[in-house]
């Protein structure tokens, strides 16, 4: 059994086939999830566990050289758009439509239960050395 890091053996088996600029997202609990692409839903209730929560979680286990979120999040969501900014160095803001057709690239979503606006997130896989 792991002792650290993402024990959602899902989740830790997507990450370790992660390649560089590989993309996963994570999402709050309203953002459409495109056909053919893998969803773990970690949502349990409205607003749990929450996307900050996971964010941090991800980060800590997974190697990210940029990110993408919705430019709407800046204003509809200033808090999300702190704690995004306060936790990744190089961030691209898109618009929401585009964003929601990245996310069709992405390796997974992973579904939080989060209920506050745009608090979506695209990663992109960086390497360790």
Do not use: W
């Not at 056909?35 to 349990?44: E, F, H, K, N």
């Not at 964003?99 to 579904?111: G, N």
């Amino acid at each position: 059994m792991k002792k650290h890091g993402i024990l959602n053996r899902d989740l830790a088996g997507i990450f370790a086939k992660l390649g560089h600029t590989d993309q996963i997202t994570i999402s709050d609990c309203g953002l459409p999830i495109p056909d053919g692409v893998t969803c773990i839903d970690l949502s349990y209730i409205l607003g749990k566990p929450s996307f900050d929560e996971i964010l941090a979680i991800v980060l800590d286990d997974l190697v990210v050289e940029k990110a993408y979120v919705a430019a709407e999040m800046k204003t509809a969501n200033a808090k999300m758009h702190y704690v995004v900014n306060k936790s990744i160095e190089q961030i691209s803001e898109v618009s929401h439509e585009e964003f929601k057709a990245m996310t069709r690239q992405s390796k997974v979503i992973i579904r939080t239960g989060e209920a506050s606006p745009y608090a979506n997130i695209i990663l992109q896989a960086g390497v360790i050395f």
